[in-house]
């Protein structure tokens, strides 16, 4: 797949919160950092975050490029159209900084269906059971001069936007929508309580991607001996490469169309190269029912245990 940068939009005024959502902490990590690692988890070559005027970079993520907000304080249609001026990919994943349930493996999906999608689509959009949610998209260059244009005629919305290009969806659970805007809305997703308001309820996928249970190459090896099903969710190339034997290739952009090829009794273990995009995999099929397991360390530590890998 051809590369591809995220966004993390961090220009908001957070009035509703009554505190700057970018750096409100979920476990000890901040919104915006949250969603930083999950896009390089997904793939991202390069992650922005976008918004605001100078001194506003003391709020982007670490290891991401701080860029300027083109129309400061007008919203998100300019952060997308100042996320696709200052990447220099062709296609931009752009996620406002309060998804705090959004899993990598989503976004691995958006990206995935915009590259195999050609050069006719403007934009993905993840799409739930109540609708497109715009602040989570992938949007080609060729989609900026309705972006500019729309924010030289003072509107629309970014939905209005959307309305205006050509699309393609990519769906979701509604759990993975949910938004952070009020102090109360934080609250019950910190506490893992019950929905407020239109706020979806996202316990579980809370949880999972916070404690996701892990695995050795050790005791992962003896679990392959006695037959357990192992899925691989790197790239093919990665995987051609080399790859702890038996493990069936389930790229993680791919997990959600290939569910059904996962075991659904007993335990699946997941590896990647070094633990990360597995163990997003992982949050994403036990909040799916799947008794899923992280190989920590991933291909690299079965290597550097000098274990025996199957390659070509």
Known sequence: M??????????GASRRMGHDK?????????????????????GASE????????????????????????WPGAGPV????????????ERVLVVACDLPA???????????????????????VA??????????????????????????????????V?????????????????NLNRPEELAAFLADDVAVGTLPAAPVSRRSAMDVPEIDVDALAAELAAGRPLVDVREPDEYADAR???????????????????????????????GGRSAQAVAYLRDRGVDAVNVAGGTLAWMEADREVDRG
């Open 2 to 11: 051809t590369q591809w940068a995220g966004a993390v939009l961090i220009g």
């Open 22 to 42: 970018a750096l409100l902490r979920i476990d000890g990590t901040p919104m915006a950092e949250w969603l930083a690692r999950r896009l390089r988890e997904a």
């Open 47 to 70: 992650v922005l975050a976008v918004g605001g005027e100078a001194g506003r970079e003391a709020a982007a993520p670490a290891g991401s490029r701080w860029v300027a907000d083109g």
């Open 78 to 89: 300019g952060g997308i159209a100042t996320a696709l001026g200052a990447a220099t990919t």
């Open 102 to 124: 959004l899993t990598a493996v989503t976004m691995a999906a958006i990206a995935r269906t915009h590259a195999e999608a050609g050069d006719g689509i403007d934009a993905v």
């Open 127 to 160: 799409r739930s059971e109540r609708g497109p949610e715009p602040l989570i998209a992938s949007w080609a260059q060729r989609s900026r001069p309705t972006l500019v244009e729309a924010m030289a005629s003072g509107g629309p919305s970014v939905r209005g």
């Open 162 to 178: 959307l309305d205006r290009v050509s699309k393609r969806s990519v769906d979701v659970t509604d759990a993975e929508l949910t």
């Open 244 to 274: 702890v034997p038996g493990g069936v290739l389930i790229p993680l952009a791919t997990v959600p169309e290939r569910l059904d090829e996962i075991p659904s009794e007993g335990t699946v273990y997941v590896v990647c190269r070094s």
